[in-house]
């Protein structure tokens, strides 16, 4: 029975959490104003689209920003903890629900934009001023988050080190900030190994 539970466990998070990167993907989009005519935006956009329309009827968009992605981003995670909270034997405390869930989508909001800037790192390296879909896209959803770097941080000729700051700030978030949250939102090691 218990390889069963680790299975359904296993098959769930995975598939879950891909869903849910693919669903938090689409309110980033929008957030760094990406251009949607990019094939993997429209990938994105075709992925959410069955789920999102219904909810675009209830809830209204906000600064200008379509906020059904990021209520379904923390419904599907909501969702997502309390199937894994009920698979492992815990009651799923909706009270609790919320806030482990807000913590979840910050964490993983993170680590797009951490994974971002790696990846454009690299490709800054090996395909520089590259054209491609892939470089274009990562380059929308990191230049916001490097703008504010690269303005208190001078080019030292030619190299930028924007990013070896925005990585640090980001770390501190991940590692310290996070667990804290976690740690007083009373966060049970199962759902705390999966942010």
């Known amino acids: 029975m218990l390889g069963i539970n680790d299975a359904a466990i296993f098959i769930i998070q995975t598939l879950g959490s891909l869903y849910l990167l693919i669903v938090l993907m689409r309110f980033i989009l929008q957030l760094v104003r990406a251009n949607f005519y990019n094939p993997l935006c429209q990938f994105v956009v075709k992925a959410t689209?069955?789920?999102?329309?219904?909810?675009?009827?209830?809830?209204?968009?906000?600064?200008?920003?379509?906020?059904?992605?990021?209520?379904?981003?923390?419904?599907?995670?909501?969702?997502?903890?309390?199937?894994?909270?009920?698979?492992?034997?815990?009651?799923?405390?909706?009270?609790?629900?919320l806030p482990?869930?807000?913590?979840?989508?910050?964490?993983?909001?993170?680590k797009i934009i951490f994974w971002?800037?790696?990846?454009?790192?690299?490709?800054?390296?090996v395909a520089p001023g590259s054209r491609s879909?892939?470089?274009?896209?990562?380059?929308?959803?990191?230049?916001?988050?490097?703008?504010?770097?690269?303005?208190l941080i001078p080019n030292l000729g030619g190299l930028d080190i924007s990013p070896i700051f925005a990585f640090i700030a980001i770390q501190l978030l991940q590692s310290?900030?996070?667990?804290?949250?976690?740690?007083?939102?009373?966060?049970?090691?199962?759902l705390f190994g999966l942010i």
Do not use: C, H
């Open 49 to 97: 689209q069955p789920l999102l329309k219904p909810l675009r009827r209830v809830i209204p968009s906000m600064f200008g920003l379509d906020m059904s992605s990021l209520v379904l981003a923390l419904l599907l995670q909501i969702l997502l903890f309390a199937v894994i909270l009920l698979l492992n034997g815990y009651q799923a405390t909706t009270l609790l629900l």
């Open 100 to 110: 482990w869930a807000l913590i979840g989508i910050f964490s993983l909001f993170l």
């Open 116 to 125: 971002s800037m790696i990846i454009s790192v690299i490709l800054s390296w």
């Open 133 to 151: 879909p892939g470089a274009e896209l990562v380059g929308q959803i990191t230049e916001p988050v490097l703008a504010p770097f690269r303005r």
């Open 176 to 190: 310290w900030v996070i667990p804290r949250l976690a740690f007083y939102a009373f966060m049970p090691k199962e």
